[in-house]
């Protein structure tokens, strides 16, 4: 049991490095302006046979849906570690990777809706599996993080812990609901050679990989404002 303790212990250590790492932090800024330079300067406007500017956001909404799951699942995997080992680490690690993955499941939302004007016609459509699917995550975990905010620090945050693991059956669902039932517009882009937008994997690569390392630097971030909360609250019960 030591032995474990101590692996996970070190495998704290080593999500803070990775977080505050330079390396983290300078690549989210390289590979942020690459991205805009290849989306701008090189990437085709026309997708779906239509020619408008609003094709390249897709560089960003693809991403920015995938990295949601990532998010997400970086929630599932704090909460059950939180549940079972009950370290401060791993709570503030599942609350943070909930707030950003909510952001990012706003930000999928918006740009495909504002992509789908142009391409479909449709700001939303209520028949598309994918898009109902992502909306439930979307509510599902507003509702997680309204469930953390209500919560104390101490015993009462294993409810938002719990709510946090079973939310998470949601996720696969809506991410592979495109192969599941027939997409009304969504169609898979992952292993799919009949797919028909026109996108850079290079273009779509950068952008990801842009985007996956501003993930990880707001998530040093988030963490390091709860260890303050935290620190803040302990300081308020020493002077009562």
Known sequence: MRTFSRQLASLIRLFHWVMWSRVVRWGAFTFGLASLALVFGVASRTMYGIDHGINLIAYWH???????AFALSTTFIGSLLYLR???????????????????????????????????????????????????IVWLIYAGYLAVYASTERGSDERFAAVYGVV??????????????????????????????????????????????????????????????EDKIILQKEEVR
């Open 62 to 68: 693809i991403p920015l849906a995938f990295l949601t």
């Open 167 to 228: 939310a998470f059956v949601t996720v696969p669902i809506t991410y592979t609901a495109g192969r599941l039932w027939s997409p009304t517009f969504h169609e898979p882009t992952i292993a799919n050679s009949s797919v028909s937008a026109n996108i850079d994997p290079l273009i779509l690569g950068v952008s990801f990989l842009a985007l996956a390392l501003l993930y990880i630097y707001v998530m040093a971030i988030r963490i390091r404002l709860h260890e303050i």
């Open 85 to 135: 080992y009950e370290g401060r680490f791993w709570n503030r690690l599942a609350h943070s990777g909930g707030e950003i993955g909510f952001l990012f499941a706003t930000l999928t939302l918006a740009t495909g809706s504002m992509w789908g004007r142009v391409v479909w016609n449709s700001w939303w459509e209520w028949s598309d599996i994918r898009l109902v699917t992502f909306l």
